[in-house]
């Protein structure tokens, strides 16, 4: 991975990677993280809308073909997205880690 | 019998346009077109919807604006009339809080995407409103008063993008 994409994802992106490991539509992202954060992430249409599209042309997710119903694109996460959304648990596995062993064990 | 309001505005700032027909919804008066300036109400309940104003990235007509408008209304957002770029969308209260934008990149992106439609009209007007582009006539005053009426909000969402991008050192 380049030296600039080893940065933490934003929460959007996190949830967004993690909801795309099923095939969902814009809306079902949006539902998905709402009931799975139990209301705490509410993904914004716009903001998700953008980050779809920087996500597609970054390649972590693609869009899958459905010609039945080609008015709700859905997506899903690709290979090279499980790659960093890997790579983003191994960073806050390391950040609870540390955090315990200093603020206590709390995170235990 | 469903009652039919019209009301003249003009709003310089798209964030106090939005909390007025906020404003009005909270009253039941639910906005369902604009055309320049003349809004159209009508009578509901109390609160029914929610109302947004967005500056969107392409033309609302363009094949990439309507799929962004596509994508809205699979969210149960509704169009309620679009002018220029600019796109009033409103989404019933039941269904929960309504934001288009959910964190501080996305929302300094919008706020700059307003400045740069802004800056360039604010601008002209300026330099012909002081007359450097031409003979200046008195009528080039309305030029200069333009360019006020327009800097005010300008600089009203460049203070939201400073904050924003403080906060932004901080937090998402």
């Known amino acids: 991975m380049p030296p600039d994409e080893q940065g933490a994802l934003t929460e959007a992106v996190f949830y967004i990677l993690l909801a795309l490991h099923e095939p969902l539509h814009g809306y079902g992202i949006m539902q998905g993280v709402q009931e799975l954060t139990k209301g705490r992430v509410n993904l914004g249409p716009g903001t998700l809308y953008g980050a779809l599209s920087s996500l597609v042309e970054k390649g972590w997710i693609t869009a899958l073909d459905d010609a039945s119903n080609s008015r709700r694109k859905e997506y899903q996460i690709t290979a090279s997205g499980e790659q960093v959304f890997q790579a983003e648990l191994q960073r806050l596995e390391e950040l609870l880690t540390h955090a315990s062993l200093i603020a206590g064990g709390k995170w235990k | ?172």
């Not at chain 2, 604009?34 to 509901?44: A, D």
């Not at chain 2, 500056?55 to 962004?68: F, H, I, Q, T, V």
């Open chain 2, 1 to 172: 019998m469903e009652m039919r309001k019209t009301l003249y505005r003009f709003f310089g700032n798209f964030e106090k346009e939005e909390a007025w027909l906020n404003q009005m919804a909270s009253q039941g008066l639910h906005c369902v077109d604009y055309v320049l300036c003349r809004y159209k109400f009508e009578q509901g309940a109390p609160s029914e919807y929610i109302y947004r104003i967005e500056l969107m990235e392409k033309d609302p007509r363009s094949p990439e604006g309507m799929a962004y408008l596509e994508f809205l209304e699979e969210a149960g957002i509704e169009v309620v009339a679009t002018h220029v770029r600019w796109v009033y969308l409103r989404k019933k209260a039941e269904q929960g809080p309504f934001d288009l934008y959910s964190d501080n990149a996305s929302r300094i992106k919008h706020y700059r995407r307003i400045l740069r439609l802004l800056l360039p009209i604010g601008g002209l007007n300026f330099f012909f409103g002081i007359g450097i582009l031409h003979n200046w006539q008195p009528i080039n005053l309305l030029n200069l008063g333009a360019s006020f009426l327009l800097a005010i909000p300008a600089w009203s969402y460049y203070q939201r993008i400073m904050q924003l991008e403080k906060e932004s050192e901080i937090r998402e």
